[in-house]
């Protein structure tokens, strides 16, 4: 590829005599990504023998490289398996990688719900290797003004955008309460590399297994975060007593491999699920988002699950009660109970 990468593909499908080319996934970026197929089942790239690979295409000035090209090798070195960054223009936004193949954790578990346990600890262990692997200053902090930021799509987007809702100047005290304590929280955690979307549609089945993919915008923060987005998955949902199974599995394993994790249980769930409430809260906002500025409407499909979610952790912790009290006011949802310590 080098510096002579030609013009971004216009077509939904190209072909040539020595390969295919057709689209790989969607994204909720800018971000494309192309598959080439071997059209005579030939190695694709000389020197290798694999029969495709992927192109990103990351258009300069919406999308950077760099950041994915960087954390590819932090996570590498940690001993995951994400792809191989094969060629790169950076200038033109184009990285040609290894293909980890087409079947998502999601599309697995969809077809195959037997397979959760193992597929789920094949996950957590990688998660654990990529926080033992967690060294300082490499990563942008996941700091307060990251997180506040965050929150606050959930007013901007999901509130006066979508439900079309403004304020009184009493629940945004609340609100503004609630973001703070949340905050607080989650700032008080031990900070390890977050991969920031390590989920059921980025995990990847594959030998060894999982692949994992948009680790672009990783950044050094919160330990809980990442084991959030894969129990309290936006796209696929899990009994709680199964759920707190893969959590103590988690924190056992995280122990073991020295990571600083709470050592009480208890607390440790806590802040699973304090940490989840600003991830709930978060990807509401960017949910809406993606629907009312980009029309991307099929995220609107997932919002009830993650305000299931956020409802249940809310009614669970006093100090949260009034901010369950306010997502019961803007658009009710059923009360339900669950486990705490």
């Keep these: ?45 000389p020197g290798t023998d694999a029969r495709s690979l992927i192109v990103m295409d990351a258009p300069p000035g919406k999308e950077d490289c760099r950041a994915f090209v960087h954390v590819a090798g932090l996570f590498g070195r940690a001993g995951v398996h994400v792809p191989s960054v094969l060629a790169q223009d950076l200038a033109q936004g184009f990285l ?26 094949e996950a957590l262990g990688a998660l654990v290797a990529i926080q033992r692997g967690s060294r300082p200053g490499e990563l942008p902090a996941y700091d307060r003004a990251l997180l506040e930021r965050e929150l606050m799509l959930f007013p901007e987007w999901y509130v006066a955008k979508q439900l079309g809702r403004t304020l009184s100047g009493k629940q945004a005290q609340l609100l503004r309460r609630a973001f703070d304590l949340i905050i607080e929280n989650n700032l008080a955690q031990p900070q390890v590399y977050v991969h920031r979307d390590y989920h059921s549609r980025n995990l990847m089945v594959t030998v060894p297994n999982p692949g994992i993919l948009d680790f672009q915008d990783a950044v050094h923060g919160p330990i809980t975060y990442d084991l959030v ?101 803007l658009q ?7 486990y705490t310590f």
């Excluded at 077509?11 to 005579?40: E, K, M, V, W």
């Excluded at 009710?332 to 669950?338: F, L, R």
């Design 96 to 121: 040609l990688l290894s293909d980890l193949g087409d079947t998502t954790y999601l599309a697995a578990l969809q077809a195959d719900p037997s397979g959760a346990d193992r597929l789920y600890r």
């Design 1 to 45: 590829m080098g510096q002579t990468a030609g013009p971004r593909p216009t077509g939904s499908d190209a072909c040539t005599a020595a390969f295919s080319l057709a689209p790989a996934s969607n994204d909720a970026s800018f971000r494309r990504y192309f598959r080439i197929t071997s059209a005579a089942g030939a190695a694709v790239l």
């Design 229 to 329: 987005s894969l129990l309290r998955d936006a796209y696929i949902a899990w009994d709680e007593q199964r759920v707190l199974d893969w959590c103590i599995r988690y924190w056992e394993a995280a122990r073991t491999a020295g990571l600083p994790v709470q050592g009480d249980f208890g607390q440790f769930y806590r802040d699973f699920e304090w940490m989840g409430a600003q991830r709930q809260l978060k990807v509401l906002g960017i949910f809406a988002r993606l629907a009312h500025r980009d029309g991307k409407h099929g995220y609107l499909r997932d919002q009830p699950l993650v305000m299931s979610y956020l409802g249940k952790t809310c009614r669970r912790y006093r100090e949260l009660g009034p901010l369950a009290d306010l997502l019961d006011e």
């Design 332 to 338: 009710p949802v059923e009360k339900q109970t669950g």
